[in-house]
């Protein structure tokens, strides 16, 4: 079937093949993906920059695009790339960014809009009009653009380098998040990365009503840009009932596993195969209170948690993510689990 031909004559689909090829054709990478990876680092390279945190402003000044700041957000955007007097200006909403670079959010907006700077280089100008052209085309770019930042800020080699001299771990993940200056959300879209045809799952005691139970459920998932984005994915709140070790829920005790962990991910009909490696995570702030149960919607349970890293069986790579990190604390209390 035809799609239907949008205002500027292309359809989602020719407008997404169109930028694919000019970049494929531009860095001789494999797919777009791996292209705006290839042009954001060699931008980097280019300023000089070998180790986290990386700046953005050399980047910006490199491909000579001047920024300013505007009171108003522009078409409802923290940031915008203009096309000015036939060159590049990025504009950034005061509403939103009151002070310059103080933020991490400054910092991933600010890289989304550089990669922009890429695609246009790259594409042409023309790459304006295409992902305008369909909302699937639009989403396309802005997907793109999201992982260009993500390149950025924390290049995979470098995360790599920097997770192989600590141990997977709560606080190292933390401290990886000062490292680069990066968001917790944005290092773990990164480390995603590293964990092929998975991800990382955020499991938390807590309940959501007071009609639940309150056990371990799935808090956050992270996939964004690993190959386990399009797979059946955990949502929030579903319990253990959904990954299992062999006929048993996960749960506190597993943490005493010293190697990757075969679990079973299901949900509906579907069941994933995965191994993992898992930490405990206590939670930090956004305790329970009474406003905060009514605002969200659920009644928070304790601070006990599990982060799951998780690839395809075989794929998950042990020197950076093995050796599970136990406390004595729920190694204590695993003697008294029956699960
Ligand atoms: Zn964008």
Redesign the pocket.
């Known amino acids: 079937m035809r799609l239907p031909e949008t205002h500027s004559g292309v359809t989602p689909g020719d407008a997404i093949q169109v930028i694919n090829d000019a970049l494929v054709r531009k860095s001789g990478g494999a797919d777009a993906k791996s292209s705006i990876r290839r042009l954001c680092h060699a931008a980097l390279k280019e300023t000089g920059q070998r180790k986290p945190p990386f700046k953005i402003s050399p980047l910006l000044r490199l491909a000579g695009v001047d920024w300013s700041y505007e009171d108003r957000r522009r078409g409802n955007k923290d940031a915008a790339i203009v096309l000015s007097d036939g060159g590049l200006r990025l504009a950034i909403s005061t509403d939103s960014f009151p002070r310059e670079g103080v933020s991490r959010r400054w910092r991933f907006t600010v890289a989304?809009?550089f990669a922009?700077v890429v695609l246009i280089r790259a594409v042409g100008a023309r790459v304006v009009d295409l992902a305008n052209s369909s909302k699937k085309a639009y989403q396309y770019?802005?997907r793109l653009?999201d992982y260009g930042a993500s390149q950025i800020l924390v290049p995979r080699a470098n995360l790599r380098k920097a997770l192989r001299e600590r141990n997977f771990s709560q606080k190292s993940i933390l401290d990886l998040a000062d490292l680069f200056d990066v968001s917790f959300t944005a290092l773990m879209w990164g480390l995603a990365d590293l964990l092929p045809q998975g991800g990382l799952l955020l499991l938390r005691e807590y309940r959501r009503s007071a009609q639940e139970s309150r056990e371990l459920r799935v808090w956050s998932s992270y996939t964004r840009y690993s190959s386990g984005l399009e797979e059946p994915w955990l949502p929030k709140g579903c319990t253990m009932k959904h990954i299992r070790v062999g006929e048993r829920p996960l749960g506190f005790s597993h943490l005493e596993v010293r190697d990757g962990l075969p679990i079973k991910v299901v949900l509906g009909k579907r069941a994933r195969q995965l191994e993992a490696a898992m930490v405990d995570w206590k939670s930090r702030g956004r305790t329970a209170s009474f406003l905060n149960e009514r605002r969200l919607g659920y009644i928070q349970g304790g601070e006990d948690g599990l982060l799951l890293a998780c690839a395809a069986p075989g794929k998950l790579d042990l020197e950076l993510f093995g050796g599970n990190q136990c406390n004595s604390t729920f190694l204590e209390r695993c003697k008294d689990q029956t699960i």
Request: charged share 35%.
């Open positions: 989304h809009e922009h770019v802005e653009c």
